[in-house]
């Protein structure tokens, strides 16, 4: 059995973002960032979870701003405007619930 493989993107400057695995119920997605890179403010409907696989980032949720490192997870609701700054090179792992379309 092979496994489907996705494409490397750039949404943003400094930022590249891969889906690792999907199903219409949920996609898990790779996001390495440059230091100092961002991830614009936004809000979309679907349920979404990052975990900090390594480096530093500040995260905004609903106009608060949390530090999160290598090890750190955080829910982000349907609907809640959010973003980060990268502080210290890095990759975040995101599940989004349910799949994001637009990433295919």
């Known amino acids: ?6 494409p490397v993107r750039e949404p943003d400057p400094g930022v590249r973002r891969q889906v ?11 996001f390495r960032f440059e230091t100092g890179a961002k991830g614009k403010l936004h809000s979309h409907p679907h349920v979404q979870s ?5 480096g530093r980032f500040e995260f905004y ?6 530090q ?13 405007e959010h ?13 989004f619930s349910p799949r994001r379309d637009d990433f295919l």
């Open 50 to 54: 990052t975990y900090v696989a390594k």
């Open 1 to 6: 059995m092979t496994l489907p493989t996705y």
């Open 68 to 80: 999160l490192s290598a090890g750190d997870s955080l829910v982000i609701p349907s609907g809640i």
């Open 83 to 95: 973003g980060c700054i990268c502080l210290e090179q890095g990759e975040l792992i995101d599940c």
């Open 20 to 30: 690792l695995a999907e199903s219409a119920a949920q996609m898990v997605v790779s």
């Open 61 to 66: 949720r609903d106009g608060q701003s949390y």
